[in-house]
């Protein structure tokens, strides 16, 4: 059940990232997680899609926050640690629509 709500939550944060929009207007996939529960706590990976251009740096730790205070609060459990991969860069719109020549 916390890794569903981490997903939920990575989703989440890629709306805020995209200005609200949903990430499959994007073309990004959906976050996939995983949730080790120990004694109250927990330790999340989170693997996701990530627009392009984008500061990844910048991007993963707002997400990595977002995820953290988001799932504390519906689980009431402390995350000791997230780990967040990004499997795939889909390029925004405008660079879908140039073209090398």
Do not use: K, W
Request: hydrophobic share 40%; proline share 6%; aromatic share 2%.
């Amino acid at each position: 059940m916390v890794a569903r709500i981490a997903a939920q939550a990575a989703r989440e944060a890629l709306s805020h990232q995209g200005g609200g929009e949903p990430p499959a207007r994007f073309g990004l996939g959906t976050p996939r997680s995983t949730a080790a529960v120990h004694d109250g706590s927990a330790r999340l990976g989170i693997s996701l899609d990530l627009p392009y251009p984008i500061d990844i740096a910048r991007a993963c730790g707002e997400i990595r926050h977002y995820i953290a205070e988001r799932v504390a609060h519906l689980t009431g459990m402390r995350i000791d640690d997230i780990t967040v991969s990004v499997q795939r860069l889909v390029p925004g719109e405008s660079l879908r629509r140039r073209r090398v020549q």
